[in-house]
């Protein structure tokens, strides 16, 4: 059990640290193509690189002198010698940048879609501060499941009918002392009230197995109370997340400039708060009206196993005591005679 709530406490400060620290992610800045200095002539695009913007660029060159031999063309073009004194002007085309050619597609997969982490921070976040209480709550309710889950599949392993059954035959057969070393160091909660009644019989043996019953479903209604509570409490934070919602939408409407976007952010706000918190508990409400039912039917039998008890010791004594009488009876004929 210690284990497990250090566990719950470890995951609650991972999930605070990781809503603190998340950052919004961005995509990198584009970078614009140098401008020319003040006082150079523009470079001029041809028609046809307008055209077919991933062909290759010209590499610009400058004015040529006479004979002096041309830039080599690209291969699989058709170089064309320049006239003598011409100027060569190049062509230049900017290749297509990652960010441009980025479907929204491919951008909406890297951001997480909605099951991703980001979209759930962001939900979170839009629904106020009211969500944090919502998340301890979610918490606790997750670790009170999971700690009565394993509570009660281990009674469900430690059940032992099978030696129940050998105490009431031993008890039936007027071996109390082997009845009581059967039900000795058990786990099983029956063997464990029964054991404790038959130790405590000299004294009062229904006030024992009322205090044995009574210890053993105190323990396995631990943590109900909590469960109870949470999902009474998971619905009302809803709720007052849902009034702190509209009242920061109906606080914008006076602002023509901001009233649609912040009207339409404190209705989410109101939405998100109210859905969380009947998730929460719905989810608590199953699994507690489950453990409350099994609660009742480990009630159910120790009532059965301690009346048993009661009864089958009860016809002990009063046969003992029968006994008694006749062997009295006996005796006193004998000696009056």
Do not use: Y
Not at 3 to 26: G, R, V, Y
Not at 188 to 207: C, E, I, K
Not at 323 to 331: L, S, Y
């Amino acid at each position: 059990m210690k284990t497990l709530l250090i566990a719950c406490l470890c995951s609650l400060a991972l999930a605070l640290t990781s809503l603190a620290q998340s950052p919004a992610p961005h995509a990198p800045p584009q970078q614009s193509p140098p401008a020319p200095p003040p006082g150079a002539p523009a470079p001029a695009v041809s028609p046809g690189a307008m055209a077919n913007p991933a062909a290759p660029a010209q590499l610009p060159s400058a004015n040529l002198p006479p004979g002096a031999p041309a830039a080599p063309a690209p291969p699989g073009t058709a170089a064309s010698p320049a006239a003598p004194g011409a100027t060569v002007t190049a062509t230049l085309s900017p290749a297509p940048t990652t960010a441009q050619s980025a479907s929204p597609a491919a951008e909406e997969k890297t951001s997480g879609g909605v099951l991703g982490s980001n979209w759930l921070i962001d939900k979170f976040r839009k629904g106020g501060p009211i969500m944090w209480p919502i998340l301890i709550v979610s918490i606790i309710g997750l670790t009170v499941v999971i700690e009565r889950i394993f509570w009660w599949g281990g009674r469900w392993f430690r059940r032992d009918p099978k030696r129940i059954e050998k105490v009431f035959t031993a008890i039936e057969n007027g071996d109390v002392a082997e009845a009581s070393r059967l039900s000795r160091g058990s786990r099983d909660p029956v063997l464990r009230m029964m054991w404790n009644g038959l130790n405590h019989q000299h004294a009062s043996l229904q006030g024992a197995l009322q205090v044995a019953a009574g210890i053993e479903i105190k323990r396995a209604g631990r943590f109900l109370v909590v469960m109870d509570t949470l999902v009474t409490l998971a619905p009302l934070l809803g709720l007052l997340g849902t009034i702190t919602g509209l009242i920061r939408s109906f606080s914008f409407l006076g602002n023509e400039e901001l009233a649609v976007q912040a009207v339409t952010g404190g209705i989410a706000e109101a939405l998100i708060a109210t859905a969380c918190g009947l998730g929460i508990a719905i989810f608590a409400l199953v699994p507690f009206n489950f453990f409350t039912s099994r609660v009742s039917n480990l009630e159910f039998e120790l009532q059965t196993a301690a009346t048993n008890l009661e009864v089958m010791l009860g016809a002990q004594s009063a046969a003992r005591e029968l006994e008694i009488a006749g062997t009295h009876q006996a005796t006193g004929k004998g000696s009056s005679i």
